[in-house]
């Protein structure tokens, strides 16, 4: 290891004269120049886990830039969240690769938004970007972050108050700072008043915060807005993306997990690279953090990653011809859920859900049996399908009186929603909940499960849910929750029922997110709502489970079910929902199941 020196605050000039704090920290005892590793942040490059970071791969022989993005802490400009990453980014990896501490390679590192960066700067394919490694990033926010299956995730409108309270414009205002604290206390009723009025919420202290939830949020269809940004999409762009070595880091529960797999499929369809991929167990941003938990889920001593040896490692393979095994092993690595012993553990008191890594070859497993689980008109969930003529399933769904979110894949807001897995029942810790009862206990809340399983069952891969619904209502959303059931024990007299992955569907784009379609009331109509990956074992005795609905918030915003524009409406109304299960409408769950 050798001893680091650094300057902060250089301040890198951009074509169009906005400049971009940026600190450099340099090994001091072997010569230079240096493969650099860049990081480009909105939440500070001085940040202490950031610093420490930077000091550790100074120290073992990497040249380390960390600049903080436009209009953010010491950088100048305007901050209009991932707007300008692509470009900004480019001319950040020119400048590095021309100074003369640097080889002329140039890597790039970070998680989240930062891996929003390395991906909107690799997709216009800089010169001298060398390798990536891309922990918990997007692929295309309209279909899998900011909006899902056509809804809003609410975790956004938060992330605005989070960014906003940070800003350099609530930083040098004293009364703007006094406004912003006094909206984060009434956070709660504030997320009780949606959709927002621009201009009315307390984001107008600080408009271009504001524009940008506003645009996201009536920005349904996918349109110019999010195609003209190669940091909101990449998915025209995956040709001229750059070919260097990438390492994708996910985990299940987290918010990028569907981008993190696509990118991996996409990339290695077109790419010499190598490309890798490593999917863990955890919340996002729980790899940098090397948990063993997610939520209340416990998967074991072995969960963690090692994160910055790890990627340490993938470095010294790919820039350096170190011969540590990292290019040897399989390109996929999975962290599969599932085997504990279902009690409290010792040492936290969570959920003993275990686990264990396994190499593959490929994403998805070529020996997947994509295998249909059939909604059964008793409440039943089986592989065979549901008779003729069998009378459907109905329940009121009631926009004022939204399903409360429980866990799953969400990354910030964690005091409101705590993201992970958890047991899918009430409390004074969830938001909206109005007692401690089984979600499914709900009138709005339909539950199929089947038997309890008479061999393990292993589920790796995208979990899909084919449904035939109506609605009285000429728009509306339907939802999906896959549910692992544990059997009660003296720890959990009675069960455990832990998530497993859930999504929506808004009905106005079960046909194209272009072209959005309102429903005839009354009518069937198929809706295809995909779920996040994730890798499980369903284990003998347990009960798989699937929870349909239309709400669950705030995870995702409500529908009013009117049909009017999103993001404006503001007046509801109850939809009568219909979900069919027979033989000519047999609505299933496709679980991708691994033989034994």
């Known amino acids: 290891m050798y001893d680091v020196r650094f300057e902060r605050n250089i301040m890198v000039r951009l074509q169009d004269g906005t400049r971009l704090a940026t600190d450099v920290y340099l090994p001091t005892s072997t ?10 942040t909105p939440y500070d490059k001085l940040a202490p886990s950031s610093v420490m970071a930077a000091n550790f791969f100074a120290s073992h022989g990497y040249a380390v830039v960390r600049q903080d993005v436009r209009g953010r802490f010491a950088s100048e400009g305007e901050f209009y969240p991932f707007g300008n990453e692509g470009p900004d980014g480019v001319e950040t990896v020119a ?93 709660r009723a504030w997320l009780r008043r949606q959709p927002l009025k621009p201009g009315v919420s307390p984001l107008r202290h600080v408009p271009s915060y504001e524009r940008w939830l506003m645009d996201i949020w009536q920005h349904g269809e996918y349109d110019d807005y999010w195609r003209s940004r190669p940091a909101y999409t990449i998915d025209d762009l995956y040709d001229q993306h750059a070919d260097v070595p ?52 416990e998967f074991g001593p072995d969960a963690p990653l090692g994160y910055n040896y790890f990627r340490l490692r993938w470095f010294d393979a790919v820039l350096k011809g170190a ?75 009631d926009p004022k009186d939204p399903v409360p979110t429980i866990g799953g894949n969400i990354s910030v807001g964690y005091d409101l929603m705590p993201g992970g897995g958890f047991d899918q029942r009430g409390g004074p810790h969830v938001f909206g909940a109005k007692d401690s009862l089984p979600l499914g206990a709900r009138q709005d809340v339909l539950v199929f499960s089947t038997p309890a399983l008479d061999r393990d069952v292993e589920v790796t891969g995208t979990v899909v849910v084919q449904l035939w619904a109506a609605s009285t209502a ?53 809706f295809t709502i995909t779920l996040y990956p994730t890798s499980l074992v369903f284990q003998r005795g347990h009960q ?20 009017g524009p999103l993001g404006r409406e503001l007046v509801t109304q109850t939809a009568v929902q219909t979900i069919f299960h027979d033989a000519a409408r047999p609505s299933r769950v496709v679980l991708p199941i691994i033989p034994a």
């Open 246 to 297: 990438i390492y994708l880091c996910g985990s299940w529960y987290d918010s990028y997990a569907r981008s993190t797999v696509t990118n991996y499929v996409e990339l290695g369809r077109r790419k010499r690279g190598p490309i890798r991929l490593v999917m863990g167990p955890w919340i996002h941003g729980g790899a940098n953090l090397d948990l063993a938990n997610s939520g209340d889920a």
């Open 95 to 187: 400048w590095t690769r021309a100074q003369p501490w640097c080889d002329g390679r140039v890597a790039t590192v970070g998680l989240s938004y930062s891996s929003c960066t390395q991906t909107g700067l690799a997709a216009l394919n800089p010169p001298g970007l060398a390798a990536q490694f891309v922990a918990h990033g997007f692929h295309n926010y309209h279909t899998a972050s900011m909006r899902q299956g056509g809804a809003l995730e609410v975790r956004f409108f938060l992330y605005a108050f989070m960014m906003a309270t940070t800003s350099r414009e609530v930083a040098a205002d004293p009364v703007k700072r006094a406004a912003m604290r006094q909206a984060w206390g009434d956070i």
């Open 474 to 526: 000429p728009d509306t959303d339907f939802t999906a929750k896959l549910i692992d059931v544990y059997p009660p024990n003296p720890d959990y007299p009675d069960g455990y029922e832990l998530n497993i992955g859930d999504s929506i569907i808004r009905a106005r784009y079960r046909n194209s997110w272009e072209t959005p379609e309102l429903m005839e009331p009354g009518r069937p109509y198929e």
């Open 544 to 563: 798989i489970r699937v929870h349909i609905s239309s709400s669950n918030f705030p995870r995702f915003d409500v529908n009013p079910n009117t049909g």
């Open 31 to 40: 010569p230079g120049p240096w493969p650099a590793i860049l990081e480009r």
């Open 323 to 397: 011969p540590n095994g990292m290019l040897d092993k399989p390109p996929v690595q999975l962290f599969v859920m599932g085997g504990g012993s279902g009690r409290k553990t010792l040492e936290t008191g969570r959920l003993d859900v275990g686990g264990r890594w396994r190499f593959e070859q490929e994403w998805p497993l070529r020996r997947t049996e994509y295998t249909p689980f059939y909604l059964q008109p008793n409440g039943g969930l089986a592989p065979t399908a549901p008779p003729d003529g069998a009378a459907p399933s109905r329940y009121v769904f």
